[in-house]
């Protein structure tokens, strides 16, 4: 009996619109590092159509399978099988890179551990390397109805301490991480794309 892949709706609504912002941030060839693969349909469609990229999906040992069976199947050359990364880890088991991705993934995790996400990403970077960030964010409150469910759901069904930030809060913890804000760019249902380049004596 064949196994169902796993299915985001999410993902499929807001593939098209990160992908014209990786198109103009993720212009130069490079390795992408993405944090919180999920599923595995972003890595997928992202690396079939960014050709010029090396696409390395990660997640926590409990999300592999099920996006092995997109990254699988897709036969991708620059799409080898995810690897396992807590960003809790002390050593992330990647090489410094190009570029790295997460989307609606710093919400889900305990707000401690952004701490860990951030220092993680800047130690993975190379010099004046670029992250690109989607997701939610509050902005001295929630910006709509939807935000505000999700992060009630968040605290109730996945971890007390997670849920949506304050905008200003991510822009700090990634300043004081080596990471500039280079542009914010609003996308579709309340969400925001925030690029970043690691500055180059972090």
Known sequence: MAVE????????????PILEILRIHMKQPGKVIEIGCGTGQHAVYFAANLPHLQWQATDQASWLDGANLWIGPAQLANLPAPICLDVT?????TSPVKYVFSANVLHYM???????????IAATLLSSGTLVLYGPFNEQGYTSEGN???????KRDIHQDSGLWELSDVLNLAHAHGL????????????????FNKMESA
Not at 5 to 16: E, F, G, I, T, V
Not at 89 to 93: G, Q
Not at 110 to 120: D, I, L, Q, R, S
Not at 188 to 195: E, S, Y
Request: proline share 8%.
């Open 89 to 93: 880890m002390s050593n992330w088991p």
């Open 148 to 154: 505000a469910n999700l992060d009630a759901w968040l």
């Open 5 to 16: 892949k796993p299915l985001s709706d999410a993902c499929l609504r807001n593939q098209d």
């Open 180 to 195: 500039n804000l280079k542009k914010e760019i609003t996308m579709p249902a309340n969400n925001r794309c925030l690029v």
């Open 110 to 120: 305990p707000e401690a551990h952004g701490v860990n996400f951030f220092a993680g």
